[in-house]
């Protein structure tokens, strides 16, 4: 079956260094949505991509869809003590309904003040 | 707007029972899913459903059933409990799921099974 991948696991970085959390899907995807996840906290939506080759910002977050809409990039410049927490990408299939989300294991990241 | 709200928080209980955790949707919204998120792992979809109708089902056995009442609210059941059915049960409603509207997670039910 289809599953998204993501790297790195863990991440830990200096506060104002940059952090970037690849996902990879073995399928073609119709779209990709990003969310976050604080400690103890649930899921949060960040974004949603669409189309080929697609770049979406927010503040500090730079998101990409690959030429292939087979992966995805989330890159922080500049992290904050704010921006901890689970990063997953989440790929919808061609004709999967929206429920059927399938879910990256995340990328952790904490940020050393 | 009220967001997504599920009951209970948290619950304890023994292999072989049987539990039923409740989440009212955010206004508006007509689908619900409902994931399971193991320690450390993303949600996984149990299911959904759009408009009283289970719509979408994720790989989980017949033992995870659910209903959806006319005001969207909905209910996982879980029969027969096994020690891995442990994890944050969590429920996600959206606009309209034909549209691929975003998901709002409530806060979840922390289930663990002894």
């Known amino acids: 079956g289809q599953q998204v991948m993501q790297i790195p696991q863990y991440q830990h970085v200096q506060e104002g260094e940059d952090f970037t959390t690849y996902c990879n899907s073995s399928?073609?995807?119709?779209?990709i949505q990003w969310y976050k996840q604080r400690p103890g906290g649930h899921p949060v939506f960040l974004i949603q991509?669409?189309?080929?080759?697609e770049v979406k910002k927010q503040k500090r977050l730079t998101f990409q869809f690959g030429e292939a809409k087979k992966n995805s990039s989330l890159h922080i410049t500049a992290t904050q003590t704010t921006d901890v927490g689970t990063y997953f990408c989440?790929?919808?299939?061609?004709?999967?309904?929206?429920?059927?989300?399938?879910f990256g294991k995340g990328t952790k990241l904490s940020v050393k003040p | 707007e009220t967001g997504v709200t599920q009951s209970p928080t948290h619950l304890i209980k023994t292999r072989g029972q049987q539990v039923t955790l409740r989440c009212s949707s955010q206004?508006?919204?007509?689908?619900v899913s409902w994931y399971q998120q193991a320690l450390g792992q993303g949600p996984q979809f149990i299911f959904q459903?759009?408009?009283?109708?289970?719509?979408g089902r994720g790989n989980f056995p017949p033992r995870f059933s659910g209903l959806q009442f006319p005001n969207y609210s909905s209910e996982l059941n879980v029969n027969a409990l096994e020690l891995d059915d442990s994890a944050l049960y969590l429920c996600?409603?959206?606009?309209?799921?034909?549209?691929?509207?975003?998901?709002?997670f409530g806060n979840g039910t922390r289930l663990t099974v002894t």
């Open positions: 989440a790929g919808l299939n061609y004709g999967g309904s929206q429920g059927n989300l399938i």
């Open positions: 459903y759009y408009r009283e109708e289970e719509n």
């Open positions: 996600a409603s959206s606009l309209d799921w034909v549209v691929n509207s975003p998901l709002h």
């Open positions: 991509l669409v189309k080929s080759g």
């Open positions: 399928t073609t995807l119709s779209n």
């Open positions: 206004s508006g919204h007509n689908t």
